[in-house]
């Protein structure tokens, strides 16, 4: 049934990204690169990356159907920007959660899931001075399992989550709103404001290992501080904080 005759079916159409201008390319190596090259409050969307971007140089599978997006924002030169990949988390949780996405968490620093499989993962570079750009990748009706065997179980995509979601563009306008608000929120008040917020998605206290270039390192953890560090505790008791940087990967055990 189209959503012009669905009674139950909600209208995101209106949700425009005001504030933001925006670029839309059928396909690009990937939206990031080209976010390197644009002013504050642009935004760049593609329908394909040839080349996505993940974390730590790994590849993205982008295939047509998903949300492949890049937001420039202007952040400042205080430590707190840093935690900027998790406001960047909060905003894109909010959004999966007014669609009326369950069971939703955030997997430091930045990977969102469902239960146990990957939604979306975000990638934030700095390529000028005081220009972030976040980049967003979300599965919405493309089929990351057929396209790299060994993502079978571990992802999951909206299209299977929402009956009737929103349409891509209408993503892309909710994203950036979203974006745009956890932004000024933390323009004004610090990244402290949105604290207990970003804290309350990592679900109960788990134990993990980390991967920090080779050396492994096991604890549990529970939040991050007011700066978005991990904090990794030992069985004895003892204290570690971590920056993403710093952790390859981040094994749930
Ligand atoms: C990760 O989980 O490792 C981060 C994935 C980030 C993918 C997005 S898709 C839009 C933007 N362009 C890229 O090349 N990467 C990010």
Not at 11 to 20: F, L
Not at 87 to 114: E, F, K, S, Y
Not at 205 to 214: C, F, K, M, S
Request: charged share 20%.
């Amino acid at each position: 049934m189209s959503r012009g005759t669905d009674p139950r079916a909600t209208d995101w159409s209106n949700e425009s990204a005001q504030g933001w201008t925006l670029h839309h390319y059928p396909l690009t190596a990937s939206t990031n690169l080209l976010a390197a090259n644009l002013g504050p409050w642009q935004a760049v969307r593609a329908d394909v990356q040839t080349a996505g971007r993940g974390r730590f140089q790994r590849t993205w599978v982008s295939d047509e159907g998903g949300l492949w997006l890049s937001a420039v924002l202007p952040i400042g030169s205080g430590p707190e920007w840093r935690a900027l990949p998790l406001t960047a988390g909060l905003a894109v949780c909010t959004v999966l959660n007014r669609l009326g996405v369950q069971h939703l968490r955030m997997r430091w620093p930045n990977d969102i899931l469902v239960e146990n499989r990957k939604v979306c993962g975000l990638l934030l570079d700095q390529f000028v001075p005081g220009l972030a750009v976040v980049g967003i990748g979300l599965n919405v009706a493309n089929r990351p399992e057929a396209r790299d065997a060994s993502l079978r179980g571990q992802v999951t995509r909206l299209a299977d989550l929402v009956p009737s979601g929103p349409s891509l563009p209408e993503l892309q306008g909710l994203l950036l709103s979203e974006l745009r608000s956890v932004w000024t929120r933390m323009n004004s008040s610090g990244f402290g404001g949105l604290l207990p917020e970003v804290n309350r998605l990592w679900g109960p206290p788990r134990a993990v290992e980390l991967d920090l270039d080779g050396q492994l390192c096991q604890g549990e953890f529970k939040c991050v501080d007011e700066r978005g560090r991990l904090i990794l505790t030992d069985i004895s008791g003892g204290e570690k904080r971590f920056e993403p940087h710093q952790v390859r990967h981040l094994r749930e055990i």
